[in-house]
């Protein structure tokens, strides 16, 4: 079939759009993904976007595999005796090995909190390496865990008190189902049963609120923390991987829906309440959704989202403090003299990656990209490195005095989500359906799979952000017919692709373009991103208060001090490196820099027009 026979043609999930997301010229409010507009008939819903295995993704070196191999050193370097010490202290059994030392220890903040984190991350690490060692450190810690007897000590807290239980039994759900599931380590199943039987009795009976909480009785206000509303995602993923019932009737039974109710009719709850713990049980609405298929659980999670990019800064953060704010009055401006705790970095960001992925999955919204895309190059990329003595990145600083700086206690609860989410870059890049493959992160990487019996390979090359080309070479061992679908972002107005240098016509920022075609052994697609500069003001009330966007990256200021710009010398900024831009300003230069460039300089985010 020619390429005219192929051209591009609208995907066919876009019914779920209310309108087409398109980047404002000039000074603009932040643009948020389109609300749920129309509700699927029974048995019609869109077909469920897959992701690619972890090892069917590799990445060229870059600061994404930088991070990947930095974290998961970090992971191998820790002693089982030392990862296993709060376990064992907890329930009164002799405890070799030294202490961690910060949150981690038997009588820290929370006691061993990160251990299941570390375990789901060495098993997706696993799954895409295939180390042998990887493999070994994941059965050490299924079986030290399984061989630590009266566990249900340790969550009652034997003395020493156990303020999240809810908490730390969710992250050792996810680390054991994702061993038994990545990690090559089926005994998973049968320690993960009995973590269950240990934690059950230590639990609340349902997902309880903050205020329910504090009206029990408790030590002190960290005990009314805990967070039992965010467990229903991991319980229904047991459920799908081990088969065992129980983990999906308790996946129902703790559905948060004193929240999830609110935001599927449209009621902005999420003033006020602790950001990522609250974003992060949206998950658990669209794993809902995903198993129940009951469209309440669809609604929140849209909503939800929605009214959450309603508050975030350019940068794709949001909760300073670590608190949702009030919209409609300018409490983001406020926040940037206020605080230097302006979004907690690694465990936002991860939470947000798991939340954009499933409605993409679910709706084929692009925009859901756009908002992953946004987060990972402004924020988690740029996050100062996990050291082995426990010294972790939290808080990305948007005040006019910003610095990168490490967390004063040693193991908190974001060295647990960095290690994860630099695994999940790979399955978030590509995505796939019954018609083909999604490119969703232009990331050099190579993607190999098998499409109707034929062997097919994919690579992207570039140096997108920094450059607005970005290269696919697709390689079929025989002729494939499918459709290769690329993300456009909102701000990409004029992007253009060809194939084999043929140009491919209605190609519509803020959408998927796809080409529908049979592919051969040397097929080039070449796609150019128009890195528009732009400003984005931080909120609707404040509007002379502006970032400066290049693409999806912000670029922030160096030297620290809030910068009083006149909007056109700022929207004037040079692009003289790969990644400095440089401003020439009455008076004098000013220089500026994506996140992943900045080291220990002080910067501000915001510039103010004058």
């Known amino acids: 079939m020619s390429f005219q026979q192929n051209s591009f043609r609208l995907d066919r999930r876009e019914f779920l759009r209310a309108s087409a997301v398109a980047a404002a010229a000039g000074v603009g409010a932040r643009m948020v993904p389109s609300a749920l507009a129309a509700e699927p008939a029974a048995n019609t819903a869109p077909e469920l976007l897959e992701t690619f295995g972890y090892g069917e993704v590799s990445f060229e070196p870059g600061v994404h595999e930088t991070q990947l191999l930095e974290t998961?050193?970090?992971?191998?370097?820790?002693?089982?005796?030392?990862?296993?010490?709060?376990y064992r202290v907890r329930a009164g059994q002799p405890a070799p090995g030294a202490n961690l030392g910060g949150w981690y220890d038997a009588d820290a903040f929370c006691p061993g909190h990160t251990y299941g984190q570390w375990l789901s991350a060495l098993s997706r690490s696993y799954a895409i390496s295939g180390d042998a060692s990887t493999k070994a450190k994941i059965r050490s810690m299924v079986q030290g865990l399984r061989q630590v007897k009266d566990l249900d000590v340790f969550f009652k807290g034997n003395g020493f008190g156990n303020r999240f239980p809810a908490y730390i039994f969710d992250k050792l759900n996810c680390g054991l189902s994702d061993a038994y599931t990545f990690g090559d380590c089926h005994e998973a199943a049968d320690t993960l049963d009995y973590v269950l039987r240990s934690a059950q009795p230590s639990l609340p009976g349902k997902a309880l609120t903050r205020p329910e909480q504090a009206a029990r009785p408790h030590k002190d206000v960290s005990y009314t923390w805990d967070e039992s509303y965010t467990l229903g995602e991991n319980l229904f993923l047991a459920w799908q991987r081990t088969g065992d019932k129980r983990y999906r009737e308790m996946a129902v039974a703790y559905l948060y829906d004193e929240f999830f109710k609110p935001l599927a009719a449209g009621d902005n709850v999420l003033p006020g309440n602790h950001a990522y713990s609250h974003l992060n049980s949206m998950n658990s609405a669209a794993m809902a959704y995903i198993v129940l298929k009951d469209p309440t659980y669809l609604k929140a999670a849209v909503n939800g989202f929605n009214f959450v990019?309603?508050?975030?800064?350019?940068?794709?953060?949001?909760?300073?403090?670590?608190?949702?704010?009030?919209?409609?009055?300018?409490?983001?401006?406020?926040?940037?003299?206020?605080?230097?705790?302006?979004?907690?970095?690694?465990c936002g960001a991860y939470g947000e990656f798991k939340l954009t992925r499933y409605l993409l999955r679910i709706t084929g919204d692009a925009s859901y990209g756009d908002a992953m895309e946004t987060v990972m190059y402004n924020t988690i990329l740029g996050a100062k490195p996990l050291q082995t003595s426990g010294q972790a990145f939290y808080y990305s600083d948007y005040n006019p005095e910003g610095q990168k700086v490490y967390h004063p206690d040693k193991w908190p609860c974001c060295s647990g989500t960095i290690t994860q989410i630099a695994a999940d870059y790979r399955i978030s890049t590509y995505l796939r359906d019954s018609d083909g493959v999604y490119v969703n992160l232009y990331i050099?990487?190579?993607?190999?799979?098998?499409?109707?019996?034929?062997?097919?390979?994919?690579?992207?090359?570039?140096?997108?952000?920094?450059?607005?080309?970005?290269?696919?070479?697709?390689?079929?061992?025989?002729?494939?017919?499918?459709?290769?679908?690329?993300?456009?972002?909102?701000?990409?107005?004029?992007?253009?692709?060809?194939?084999?240098?043929?140009?491919?016509?209605?190609?519509?920022?803020?959408?998927?373009?796809v080409i529908d075609r049979t592919w051969g052994a040397n097929d080039r697609v070449e796609l150019t991103l128009p890195l528009t500069t732009r400003l984005e003001q931080v909120d609707p009330e404040t509007p002379n208060m502006v970032a400066l966007m290049h693409g999806p990256l912000v670029l922030f200021v160096l030297g620290g001090g809030l910068q009083k710009l006149p909007e056109k010398t700022l929207l004037g900024?040079?692009?003289?490196?790969?990644?400095?831009?440089?401003?020439?300003?009455?008076?004098?230069?000013?220089?500026?820099?994506?996140?992943?460039?900045?080291?220990?300089?002080?910067?501000?985010?915001?510039?103010?027009?004058?």
Do not use: C
């Open 309 to 346: 990019q309603q508050q975030s800064y350019a940068t794709g953060g949001w909760g300073p403090q670590e608190a949702f704010v009030t919209p409609g009055k300018g409490e983001l401006a406020t926040s940037l003299t206020k605080t230097h705790a302006s979004f907690e970095t690694p």
């Open 444 to 513: 050099p990487s190579t993607l190999k799979w098998k499409h109707a019996g034929h062997e097919v390979l994919l690579r992207q090359t570039g140096s997108y952000p920094f450059d607005e080309r970005v290269s696919i070479d697709v390689r079929a061992a025989g002729p494939a017919r499918f459709a290769l679908r690329l993300r456009i972002p909102a701000w990409a107005k004029g992007a253009r692709v060809t194939v084999n240098g043929k140009h491919v016509r209605g190609v519509t920022a803020g959408r998927f373009a």
């Open 573 to 610: 900024a040079e692009q003289t490196a790969p990644a400095e831009w440089l401003v020439h300003a009455p008076a004098g230069d000013v220089h500026l820099r994506p996140f992943t460039a900045i080291k220990e300089e002080k910067y501000s985010t915001y510039v103010q027009l004058v």
């Open 72 to 86: 998961q050193a970090v992971l191998m370097s820790l002693g089982m005796d030392e990862l296993l010490k709060p």
